[in-house]
């Protein structure tokens, strides 16, 4: 099974990028979708989590600034990253248990 996430690249510091997560339909609509992401050296970290009924979670530091969503019609979930900082550069995954997406790269210039 294959994620496939999309939608990075360069964004400035205060602007907005929204990011994909296509995954197969067998999964997608009966599981949580998360969002990770990783920076060289570090451990991966937990972004946000929507579930099938679309209750959200998101860690502290992004909270207010980032929405995850789910279009269960396309399979596909998403991360809009409003007001991104710096510290939000990174590798972005997306996974529906067990499974991993490829990840994208985002890098946010000051």
């Known amino acids: 099974v294959q994620l496939q996430a999309s939608g990075g690249g360069v964004v400035q510091h205060g602007g907005s990028l929204r990011l994909s997560c296509a995954a197969p339909?067998?999964?997608?609509?009966?599981?949580?979708v998360a969002w990770y992401r990783q920076t060289p050296g570090k451990q991966r970290e937990w972004v946000a989590t929507i579930t099938i009924k679309n209750n959200t979670d998101y860690r502290n530091s992004v909270k207010g600034r980032f929405i995850i969503s789910r279009d269960n019609a396309r399979n596909t979930a998403y991360l809009q990253m409003n007001d991104p900082k710096p510290e939000d550069t990174a590798v972005y995954y997306c996974?529906?248990?067990?499974?991993w997406g490829q990840g994208t790269l985002v890098t946010v210039s000051s």
């Open positions: 339909g067998s999964i997608f609509s009966i599981k949580p």
């Open positions: 996974t529906v248990h067990p499974f």
